[in-house]
């Protein structure tokens, strides 16, 4: 089992992925208002990333013998000055996540739990991917203008597809191991 504070630690980040999904579905739809559909579809896949960041947790603790506590979610923004302020946002919470998980990979060294740390480790590396695609809008966005520019982007962005990272299912496996 994990301990108390781990528990309640991991169950924090659980629910700051279902804000950071929150977050980009609130996004999307501000992009979609604006007929922006291919930054909207970047949203989308974004926020179903994030709802995948958030299944590993919500796994994780079941797999430790713990329980996942569903906490309320804040209300996210609904509106951002222009796509650039929006992916400049983006970008800010990315960096702030990549803190709360080099926090919590503190914490499992400290308490030396090891399997903590190892489970980790892969949201180590993902934060380094969240960090460069967000950032590489932001700069594209500094580099067009209004008009012809921006909606070259809108097709780019609107290209993105999604996929399950390897290993992850939206209802985990370990729960459908334990529904055989
Ligand atoms: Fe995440
Ligand atoms: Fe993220």
Not at 42 to 51: C, F
Not at 92 to 100: I, M
Request: glycine letters at 6%.
């Amino acid at each position: 089992m994990l301990s108390a504070k781990m528990e309640q630690a991991l169950n924090e980040q659980t629910n700051a992925e279902l804000y950071s999904s929150y977050l980009y579905l609130s996004m999307a739809s501000y992009f979609k208002k604006i007929n922006l559909n291919g930054f909207a579809r970047w949203m989308e896949v974004q926020a179903l990333e994030e709802l995948t960041h958030a299944m590993k947790f919500f796994d994780y603790i079941g797999e430790r013998g713990d329980q996942a506590v569903m906490k309320p979610i804040s209300g996210p923004p609904t509106t951002w000055d222009s796509p650039l302020a929006a992916f400049e946002e983006v970008f800010k919470h990315e960096q702030k996540v990549t803190s709360l998980i080099n926090n919590l990979v503190n914490m499992a060294i400290e308490e030396r739990d090891h399997a903590t740390n190892n489970f980790l480790q892969w949201f180590v590396s993902e934060q380094i991917e969240e960090e460069t695609s967000a950032d590489d809008v932001v700069q594209k966005l500094r580099l067009v203008q209004d008009g012809g520019g921006l909606f070259m982007l809108d097709q780019e962005l609107g290209r993105r597809g999604f996929t399950l990272p390897p290993g992850t299912t939206i209802i985990g496996a370990g729960a459908a191991a334990r529904s055989c």
